[in-house]
């Protein structure tokens, strides 16, 4: 069973098997138990199901696997899997726990206590030390925690040891904060490896640390956006911003807002609203305490007094900054100084689907706050999420950003809310924004989760009603702002960016909870939503110092009474009172449950999407695409893995349509040809699944999708027997045809006769002049037709136009031309060569294989004389001259050369190379058959008796006579035959010869190979016989278990030879 099709993997416990490990696919369900640490095997097993996931969700599992250490040398009893397994769980771990990048790499961790000046005391927990940062997590959940990044370290020093503090180890910062760290085990290596990092570390100056970061966030930068204005906007309305001119969406007239647009346009001023701004300050001074206490920037203690502070609320002034310091977005600003600017000058102007849907966007993105009504605020809102969009095209932009992200916008400058943005959208909620939203749906389901465990009474109503699916997806994506007043949803996202996801699941049920009663008499899901609406709606902030924003209510009374506020404060400390008891780590548990379920759902779904898409274009049964879609998936992945010519992220691209996204390269086409073709092909399998692959790679990108290959496979599995042949014609016809892979048509010609070649006699001369005849006369009448047409033409100008008549006409170009047999070009001689070398193939291990070769000769034979005729009829021009000189004799020889062998045989080659054209269609196999049998009649006509041609069934019986009895299997292998001869027939009359190279005029048409074919019953049997896939597949999928356990042996041998 492979990782990806694993669809529940759970620990249980039954009376028969105490400890045991359920493992689910969508076919069965499989119980191991015995083990010796089942704990552990159960991790494991987790981690390399969630990888598996990764590689089904996006590209990103499969660089992250690059990145995993390579061993520098085999460890007996360590298993190497295991080992670097572990190490990204612990990375993971870390970095989600303090907040840090995603390239940060954790070192190591020790034991070790930390002195807190705030309460002087010594607190026991784990100092985590990586590349860039140094870490410090109490054993307790909510007693402190510390980020030092080394950017800020100006000194490390070991401290004289005493009884009261053994082994301490002082770090000091460029903001004058010292840490002091003690009951270190081995202090010396500890010091040292800090010192390596340090080395290492560029030096780089903290926003942080400058004058204005201590006065105020941001102060000195907003006069300089005011500076900037044509007027101030505090002065003047803000929509006079753009009142004068209509920028272009990327106009460099418009100001960059450098700091919170709330500042810029805020309304009113700060003495009408009293009693709410001295609240305000008095938050302002609680905070300005706390920094005082526990310090200020990234280096804070991060307490329980800390999350108190933020439950009651952060002020205006000081959201920005906190939210940029508990999100972690200021770390990773501070390490890329100018990566926002460069994106912007990258991405302006340019154009693709993200920038269209943001362009769609911008206009409904807070159209009641008015930093929104102008251009100022709409351009700073385009360039951050064009920015982001060019930053990660896996996600590029998702419906919600644009709504949070204007939110970020009234808080912070452009490049701040780019990086909470990407903090957001890259770590906090994992995910969430993509084309398929798989983070929100797995949080849906988590929800659900919760709500069984702490709402057991409201969940089955719940689940009856269907509600959760239709709440959790507004919620989760816009953190409350889409449901929530302004003021109310800010307090919401200041705790989540301090709590993160927990926070948002313990609003939700606490909603759920004050909303019981009226939810368990809702009699349908409208009345449900109607419900928590209106609860929503008024939950009210009265703390607020910023003038209220229009609330778009959709629902806000019931009746004459008037609506029951909610203050969001009590909504915030009634969450945490019930449900404060969430883990983080639990919620990453039911996390990965909830991941396989949902990214396994989507795959099913994607399937069926596929399925019923490309069913009406292929004559496959459902259960037959199904299982070739699994079959294309599981190739995709392992050319992910092991494709050489291109990366993942060439061959997976998430915003393409289901149809498009897996792709395949040549090597794993080739191996999939192989299995799945209809006929053996022998050695030159890979000769023909190299044309397949150039004929259906319509964008020349070297990869085909999965419409791509069905196409190629319908082609060889179904149709009728023109339909087939048609289809082996065209791989040996440019683009499918390289005669750079094929084998030299020059050693091929060698077994051909240059017998074929007839002799220039007076008949053909009359002939060449008769079509001369032909070809004037039918040109008169052409310039006739076209006069004619054109008369009409002029007529029809002078009339009213027909609009509908032109419509239609344009539909019908619009519509797709259906390809007839005469639209597919000539062959010429080294295509017809490797055509016959290919049907040559096809025959090999058939039980008519003898009848086959038979058959094939004797079109062979017959195709290459009518090629030599038509040469000569294609050359008539060129002699036009000579043969009206000759045109007006007419001797007896002549009239005995109509009785001869020869002559008999070009007249029925001419009559075999004219097709027809009095309305027969060209594809119809009973008309073909019809013009053969008009052919054989026009030989009696002229005289030939059946005497003197032997008729093809005599030719067949009698192999003294037989022009190709050489492939008679006493003569000549099948082995042979197949890898460079082509064996044709020769005239016994003719004196063998070779030779020397391609004739380049040599050509044969679709029709003629065609008509030759259809003579042959046994070719025409043979293409027309069923042939089942679905052997062919289960062939593959056992052929693929085995590929993986040799891959598997090997690996482990090449680890324990190591």
């Known amino acids: 069973m492979r990782w990806v099709d694993i669809t529940q993997l759970e620990k249980n416990a039954t009376i028969l098997f105490p400890e045991s490990i359920k493992v689910s696919s969508r076919d069965s369900d499989y119980y191991f138990s015995m083990f010796l640490n089942i704990n552990e095997t159960f991790k494991l097993m987790e981690q390399l199901a969630n990888i598996a996931m990764r590689h089904l969700l996006d590209n990103e599992g499969f660089s992250e696997d690059k990145s995993l250490p390579k061993p520098c040398k085999t460890l007996k009893h360590v298993s190497t899997l295991k080992r670097d397994l572990d190490a990204r769980a612990k990375n993971e771990r870390y970095r989600a726990t303090f907040r840090l990048p995603k390239d940060e790499r954790l070192d190591g961790h020790t034991d070790c206590t930390l002195w807190t ?54 770090i000091s910062t460029r903001s004058k904060m010292t840490f002091l760290f003690a009951n270190l085990k081995d202090r010396d290596f500890l010091v040292q490896r800090i010192s390596d990092f340090l080395q290492k570390t560029p030096v780089k100056t903290s926003p942080s640390n400058s004058k204005e970061k201590q006065d105020g966030f941001g102060t000195a930068e907003c006069e300089e956006v005011v500076e900037n204005l044509p007027q101030s906007p505090l002065a003047s309305s803000p929509a006079s911003i753009s009142n004068n001119k209509q920028n272009t969406p990327y106009d460099n007239s418009v100001p960059t807002a450098n700091q919170g647009l709330l500042k ?7 003495e009408d609203l009293g009693p709410k701004m001295a609240k305000e300050k008095m938050k302002e001074e609680s905070w300005n305490i706390h920094f005082f206490e526990y310090g200020r920037g990234v280096c804070m203690y991060r307490t329980l007094k800390t999350r108190e502070l933020v439950m009651k609320g952060i002020p205006e002034s000081l ?19 100018g990566y926002y600017a460069d994106l912007i000058e990258q991405s302006a102007g340019k154009c693709n689907l993200a920038t269209d849907e943001i362009e769609r966007d911008l206009h409904r993105s807070m159209p009641e706050h008015p930093a929104f009504q ?11 999420l064009t920015a982001y969009a060019f930053r990660n095209p896996n996600i590029g932009y998702c419906q919600a950003m644009n709504i949070v992200t204007s939110v970020l916008l009234l808080y912070c400058s452009e490049e701040q809310a780019f990086w909470l943005l990407v903090a957001l959208c890259e770590r906090m909620l994992p995910d969430y924004y993509n084309t398929r939203v798989v983070g929100a749906l797995v949080d849906q389901g988590v929800f659900e989760d919760l709500t069984r465990e702490y709402i057991p009474q409201l969940y089955e109503k719940m689940q009856e009603l269907g509600v959760i699916s239709t709440i959790s997806l507004s919620w989760f994506l816009t953190i409350f702002l889409s449901v929530m007043p302004f003021h109310s949803a800010v307090v919401v996202v200041d705790c989540f960016f301090f709590d993160g996801i927990k926070l948002i699941f313990q609003v939700s049920l606490a909603v759920l909870e004050a909303n019981m009663e009226k ?7 409208g009345e449900a939503m109607t419900v928590l609406g209106r609860y929503l709606d008024n939950v009210v902030n009265h703390q607020t110092a910023s003038s209220p924003v229009p609330h778009l209510h959709a629902l806000l009374t019931s009746g004459d009474e008037p609506p029951l506020e909610i203050d969001i404060f009590e909504l915030i400390k009634s969450s945490f009172e019930n449900f404060g008891s969430l883990k983080a780590d639990v919620i990453e548990q039911m996390r990965f449950k909830q991941r396989l379920k949902v990214i396994q759902s989507l795959e099913d779904t994607a399937k069926r999407s596929v399925v019923r898409s490309i069913l009406s274009e292929s004559c496959f049964t459902i259960e037959d695409l199904e299982e070739l879609y699994v079959v294309f998936k599981a190739k995709h992945l392992m050319s992910c893995y092991w494709g050489g010519t291109s990366t993942a992220a060439e061959r997976h691209d998430a915003s393409l349509p289901y149809l498009e996204q897996y792709r395949i390269d040549l090597e794993q086409f080739r191996e999939l040809f192989v299995a799945l073709a209809p006929w053996s092909c022998g050695s030159h399998a890979p000769v023909l699944a190299g044309r397949l692959f150039r004929l259906l790679d319509d964008n020349k990108d070297s990869l085909i999708n999965f419409k791509e290959f069905i196409t190629g496979l319908s082609g060889l599995y179904h149709g009728d027997f023109i339909e087939k042949f048609k289809f082996i014609y065209k791989l040996h016809l440019p683009p499918a045809y390289c005669s750079e892979e094929a084998e030299s048509a020059l050693e091929a010609t060698d077994f051909f006769t240059d017998s074929v070649t007839p002799v220039v006699t007076p008949i053909l001369s009359d002939l060449d002049f008769l079509q001369c005849e032909s070809q004037g006369a039918d040109a008169n009448k052409e310039e006739a037709g076209n006069k004619e047409v054109k008369d009409k033409k002029d007529e029809k100008a002078s009339t009213v136009k027909d609009y509908k008549y032109y419509l239609r006409m344009w539909a019908k170009e619009k519509e797709p031309k259906k390809e007839s047999i005469k639209d597919l070009p000539k062959m010429n001689q080294e295509q017809f060569i490797e055509l016959c070398k290919t049907l040559y193939n096809l025959f ?8 086959l070769y038979h058959s094939i000769a004797t079109v062979a034979s017959l195709l290459l004389k009518m090629g030599e005729v038509g040469k000569k009829f294609t050359n008539t021009s060129a002699k036009r001259t000579e043969n009206n000189d000759m045109s007006n004799v007419v001797s007896t020889q002549s009239k005995e050369q109509l009785t001869s062998p020869d002559s008999g045989q070009a007249i029925l080659i001419q009559c075999q190379v004219k097709t027809s054209s009095d309305g027969e269609t060209a594809g119809d196999k009973h008309a073909l058959k019809g013009q053969l049998e008009n052919m054989r009649l026009a030989e009696g006509e002229i005289g030939i008796s059946p005497s003197q041609l032997a008729s093809d069934e005599e030719m067949k019986d009698d192999t003294s006579m037989s022009s190709y009895s050489v492939v008679s299997s006493g003569s000549l292998q099948c082995e042979d035959i197949a890898d460079d001869t082509v064996l044709v027939g020769c005239d016994t009359a003719t004196a063998i010869q070779k030779y020397s190279s391609i004739d380049v005029d040599w050509s044969i048409s679709f029709e003629q190979v065609l008509a030759s074919m259809l003579t042959e019953p046994p070719l025409v049997d043979y293409f027309e016989k069923k042939q089942d896939i679905r052997s062919r597949i289960e062939a593959c999928k056992q052929q693929r278990a085995i590929e993986r356990q040799l891959s598997s042996s090997s690996d482990y041998e090449l680890s324990v030879l190591g």
């Open 264 to 270: 810029i346009f805020s309304r009113g001023s700060p």
């Open 374 to 384: 102008n251009e100022m605020g709409i351009a700073a809102l385009r360039r951050v």
């Open 319 to 337: 959201r920005g900054e906190l939210w940029l310091l508990f999100s972690g977005a200021l770390n990773e600003m501070v390490s890329h100084p």
């Open 117 to 170: 000046p705030f309460n002087k005391t010594h607190i026991a927990g784990q100092m985590f030390v990586s590349n860039n940062y140094i870490c410090f997590a109490s054993k307790e959940d909510d007693g402190c925690r510390l980020i030092i990044p080394l950017r800020e370290v100006t000194i490390v020093e070991k401290a004289d040891s005493s009884s009261v503090l053994p082994r301490p180890l002082s």
């Open 844 to 851: 090999s291990d058939d039980p008519q294989e003898q009848e």
């Open 519 to 525: 939810l368990l008499n809702c009699a349908d899901e």
